[in-house]
């Protein structure tokens, strides 16, 4: 088994009496991509928070590479390479995508060891920027401003890209676009952490998949063992990816 | 060991009139997180209200009631004729705030003059304990104090009106879901507050002398205390006013007097940099309450080439074309002066354009960078270029400090922070008296160097000089745009938490401007020194802060904003003929009208009325070349508003 990347381990989040993650063991491999699933306000959103240092854990640690980071800053942690790319806040959006990609270049600390691919002219074509480079951030559609907000998180040279649903809001073609660059991304040896509802982008797209349910962890193995498991399908019950999996199973 | 029992009484009563100014500005920035700037100002109305109604005759008790209500009434025309418009926005509330407190301050020269004045108390005598001696008054303070703010302990736990406004303050949107007018909280919020504040403001008077321009000093007290007991949260209040209170008697009694101004300051900035949240806050208010959130869309405005050349030829010939068509060697000095604070203005738009810090410190690092230079040249009888070796370094550590601090807090603290620094610095050319000579200031008894053939003595020699380094300064500081850190600044500044999240050194960044700009301010403050000759502490004062916020916000950020916005602000009133105090009355109205009517600043809605006009005659003319006035080119100067920008952080 390949090298475990970030560990959470009992990681609980309360917001007042609101236990938004209860005791959730969960880690992350190099090399993989993890697919975290469950209904909405399960907590995926609040335990990449707490995973990245966003809004660190109320109780639980938090390793990377072995090493315990809970309470790190956020920024301390992304120079170690662990970056998350959370939906709402995606991009530098008053400057073109050619500025914000500088901008981007110019955060990662000086002495850092970087992959070829993922700097200047390499990254915008990875990311598929190429014909929008002189387009105002703010002006792009919203497929473009996903892979800047991607394009701008790799910049940093993560080791770990944890990503917040990356393809809510994206029609089809696009949303196969983003898997494509997932996929590539894997393959460059960037590994990837995904929060998304989009069941079958997840299922046909993770190695491993853990599925959240108020808060707790409830199931954990491969996509396709994962989404016919009972439990899981009770959870969702209901819900229109509920009808989604009934379908798959 | 009896005198600490003395100090501690009279600190404890103090206490309870800081309490008082506190839970207003905590029960203000609950429901609305503004910080009304005013609000001591409202105290020093109080005063006078009563001490004019007990002079003719009127008992205390009534002239008390009367200055309560006048201060509540002050209190709630503020509110509905000002801070009702920047609701949405709490940043440009507190420069209204500022501007407001300019007004009265003037407004209360005007009326009642410039001296000091005392209520007197409602009880004469007292008694002696030992070597302590009681005064009724005091202790009539302390007990009525107690008990208001007891009263509003259980008129918020108890009522309908409390359970409101705590609903209001704890979640506005749930509020008015369920029915509460969230709008008329912060009414009865800025009411009630105001009129704690004239409640204070009588209990002060009678305690210690208050004059028409200690509205600014008093909101600082009453927010160390607030801040102390962080903001906000009404428990933590008079634990803070105690240790405020106490601390600070202590040091007027063991020190002196003057010391405390240090003590009040110094807390503001150490409970910022350790304790954001107050000290009795268990969980400090999380980074997403307060930091600068992604902005949405921002207006970058771009302008062709043929406006940036004239935008660039209007900056450079303009100040000539003036100093040379005006006559008179008086005006001609203003026109040097205007130069002088175009370049402070350079220094300050640098840093807000980079970090979205509104700072009100740049006369704290110009007095750094002149009295640096003053006082080697009096004292070790150095010259210019010893000047700018010293005074450039040390001014850009005092600038680091500043960002360092000001990196360590955020939203409606900067502002507070910022200005905390150059009262403290003022504070220090006050008191410094060996070195600086106090509030007679340093004479300097050296001269501009000699360069070639070029002396520097006439204004004329001295005017190009100056206008050669503004111009330095407003390029140089451009210059920096494309490198590492420019970009890095760039990021702070479109989306600071974005940058921080893929590992950008937030605080360095910031730092890192601020000490730029201290870099460019103390050679304007060195060239100030050398061609005005005379530095007094109040040259540097909040008030010039403040001025140069207004150009700033006047000339809005572009590279012949400032230099024309310095020029009209510092040419107008002498050609009105203003005297200081009109002057101050101006340009609080000045900065509340930009705010509320002109948020672009003055030369962008000069920019863009002539791009509509001329969008709008290009249109008439080729239809299809008017698309461009849109977007054109990239490479053109940049034109952001400073309250737009604003606007766009709070958002
Ligand atoms: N900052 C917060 N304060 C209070 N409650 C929160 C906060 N963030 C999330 N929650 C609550 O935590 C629960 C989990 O939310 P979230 O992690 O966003 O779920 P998901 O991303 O799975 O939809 C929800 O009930 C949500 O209301
Ligand atoms: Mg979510």
Redesign the pocket.
């Known amino acids: 088994m390949s090298e475990v990347l970030l560990r959470g381990a009992g990681v609980t989040v309360r ?2 009496a ?1 236990v ?2 209860d005791s959730v063991d969960i880690h992350v491999a190099a090399g993989e991509i993890l697919g975290i699933i ?10 990449l ?1 707490a995973l990245s240092s966003v ?1 660190p854990p109320t109780r639980g640690g938090v390793f990377w590479r072995g090493q315990e980071v809970t309470g790190w800053k956020v920024d301390k942690l992304a120079r170690h390479g662990l970056v998350m790319a959370s939906q709402n806040q995606m991009v530098f959006s008053g400057v073109t995508v050619r500025e914000a990609l500088a901008i981007a270049h110019s955060c990662r600390p000086k002495g850092k060891r970087v992959d070829e691919a993922l700097v200047g002219e390499r990254l915008v074509a990875l990311v598929g920027l190429d014909a929008v480079l002189d387009a105002l951030a703010s002006d792009l559609p919203l497929g473009y401003l996903r892979r800047l907000g991607i394009g701008i998180a790799l910049a940093a040279q993560p080791d770990l890209l944890l990503l ?1 649903e990356p393809a809510a809001g994206l029609n089809d073609f696009e949303t196969r676009e983003l898997k494509a660059l997932l996929l590539t991304l894997r393959d460059l040896g960037v590994t990837v952490g995904i ?1 998304d509802h989009d069941m079958t982008l997840m299922v046909s797209m993770c190695d491993r998949v853990v599925v ?1 349910d108020a ?1 707790k962890k409830l199931v954990e193995g491969p996509p396709s063992v994962v989404v016919k498991d009972p439990r899981v399908i009770e959870a969702y019950l209901g819900t229109s990816m509920g009808t989604a999996l009934e379908e798959k199973s | 060991m009896d005198l600490l029992m003395q100090h501690l009484f009279n600190g404890v009563v103090a206490s309870s009139v800081y309490m008082l100014i506190a839970v207003g500005i905590t029960l203000v920035f609950g429901l609305t997180r503004l910080i009304n700037f005013a609000h001591g100002q409202f105290l020093v109305l109080a005063v006078f209200v009563a001490l004019d109604l007990i002079t003719a005759g009127v008992p205390f008790v009534f002239a008390a009631l009367a200055a309560v209500v006048a201060a509540g009434v002050i209190g709630w025309l503020s509110e509905r004729l000002l801070f009702r418009f920047t609701m949405d926005n709490p940043y440009n509330g507190l420069i209204i705030g500022l501007g407001l407190l300019l007004v009265l301050e003037s407004a209360a020269f005007k009326i009642w003059g410039g001296f000091q004045v005392g209520v007197p108390a409602a009880l004469d005598g007292g008694a002696g304990l030992g070597d302590t001696y009681f005064a009724w008054n005091r202790v009539l303070v302390l007990v009525m104090a107690g008990l208001v703010t007891a009263g509003l302990f259980v008129l918020l736990a108890r009522t309908k009106l409390g359970a409101q406004l705590r609903a209001a303050h704890e979640n506005p949107v749930a509020a008015s879901h369920v029915g509460v007018n969230v709008g008329r909280m912060v009414t009865v919020a800025f009411v009630a507050g105001s009129a704690l504040a004239g409640l204070g403001g009588v209990f002060y008077g009678t305690l210690q002398p208050v004059g028409a321009f200690d509205g600014a000093h008093l909101i600082l007290k009453g927010f160390a205390v607030a801040l102390l007991g962080g903001l906000g949260n009404v428990s933590g209040l008079a634990k803070a006013s105690v240790l405020y209170g106490i601390g600070e008697t202590l040091v007027a009694g063991y020190g002196r007097a003057e010391y405390v101004p240090f003590f009040t300051y110094g807390v503001i900035i150490v409970v910022l940099l350790v304790r954001p949240g107050g000290l009795f806050e268990k969980h400090p208010p ?1 980074d ?1 309450t307060f930091a600068r959130s992604s902005r949405g869309v921002a207006h970058v405005r771009r302008h062709s080439r043929v406006e940036t050349l004239l935008g660039g030829a209007a900056f450079v010939l303009l100040p000539i074309v003036i100093f040379e068509a005006v006559g008179t060697s008086r005006l001609q000095s203003l026109v040097l002066l205007s130069v002088l604070y175009a370049i402070q203005v350079y220094a300050l738009a640098y840093v807000y354009e980079t970090t979205g810090v509104l700072s009100i410190a740049q006369g704290g690092l110009m007095a750094v960078g002149a009295y640096s230079a003053g006082v080697i040249a009096v004292h070790l009888g150095l010259g210019f270029w010893w000047a700018l070796l010293v005074a450039v370094p040390l001014t850009v550590v005092a600038g680091a400090l500043l960002g360092l601090v000001v990196s360590r807090c955020t939203g409606h603290y900067l502002l507070l922070v910022t200005l905390a620094f150059s009262a403290l610095v003022t504070q220090v050319t006050l008191t410094a008296i060996d070195l600086t000579n106090g509030d007679n200031g340093l004479i300097l008894p050296e001269s501009l160097p000699v360069i070639g053939s070029i002396t520097f003595t006439d204004l004329r020699s001295q005017f190009y000089l100056v206008l050669l380094v503004a111009l330095l300064a407003a390029f140089g500081l451009r210059r920096f745009k494309p490198t590492r850190f420019g970009r890095q600044l760039a990021g702070v500044r479109e989306n600071e938490s974005l940058a921080r999240s893929i590992g950008l050194r937030v605080g360095r960044a910031k730092v890192g401007a601020f000490a730029l700009s201290g870099a460019v301010s103390a050679v304007g403050g060195v060239l100030y020194l050398y061609t005005q000759t005379v530095i007094v502490p109040t040259s540097f004062d909040t008030i010039f802060s403040i001025k140069i916020v207004i150009i700033l916000i006047l000339g809005g950020i572009s590279l012949a904003g400032p230099l024309v916005a310095s020029m009209v602000f510092v040419l107008l009133p002498e050609l009105l003929r203003l005297d200081p105090v009109d002057q101050q009355f101006l340009f609080g109205v000045l900065l509340i009208m930009i705010i509320l009517l002109l948020p672009h600043g003055l030369v962008p809605a000069l920019i863009t009325g002539y791009s509509t006009l001329r969008s709008r005659l290009i249109r008439t003319g080729h239809p299809a070349a008017a698309a461009d006035s849109g977007r054109p080119a990239a490479g053109g100067a940049d034109v952001r508003s400073p309250s737009d920008l604003v606007r766009e952080e709070i958002s």
């Open positions: 917001f007042g609101l938004a993650c469950g209904p909405n306000g399960s907590g995926k959103s609040t335990l928070r809004h917040d929060v959240l808060g | 999380s997403s």
